[in-house]
């Protein structure tokens, strides 16, 4: 059905500051091992996936995960990814009252190539489940046919 191994909702702190799992899908056991780690990090903005979204408020897809091993401050899994093998990581902003308040991150141990039907659907089911008036830019009006990965991993369209 899908090619995600799983998937981690990131809240922010209203406190720290920091981002941190509340909640984590995982497929298999090993996948089960990337939640857990995940679940005893605490992330600031600008920082993995869940930090670069919510420091821009974009969705990030990154088909080369894996390639930030060597960048543990900015990625505090680098290493852990090619130890377990994530390759992608896909990741959409949750809307909050106030801004953006954490990130949606699905996790592949294949590489996955950015896929537009996956990245709406995700837009419009965190607008319908947030019931929130999401920038129309954002969700509404994406060119699908023109899609593309930027270098920095930010959806160039979005």
Known sequence: MTVFDAAELWMLSEKTQD??????LYRDGIMQLWTSHGRNLRLRRGQDV??????CSRSYWDNHYDSHSNDLLNYPRG????????????????????????????????RVDVEPLIATFV?????????????ANIVSNIDIENLVHSPAGILSEW
Not at 19 to 24: F, G, K, N, P, W
Not at 124 to 131: F, G, V
């Open 50 to 55: 869940p930090g670069q979204i919510l420091d």
């Open 19 to 24: 981002l941190y799992v509340v909640a984590a």
């Open 123 to 135: 837009l419009k089911a965190i607008q319908i489940i947030s019931a929130s008036s999401i920038d």
């Open 79 to 110: 290493k852990y990814s090619v130890d377990i093998g994530v390759k992608t990581a896909f990741g959409v902003p949750l809307p909050g009252p106030k801004g953006t308040c954490g990130s949606l991150v699905l996790y592949s141990r294949t």
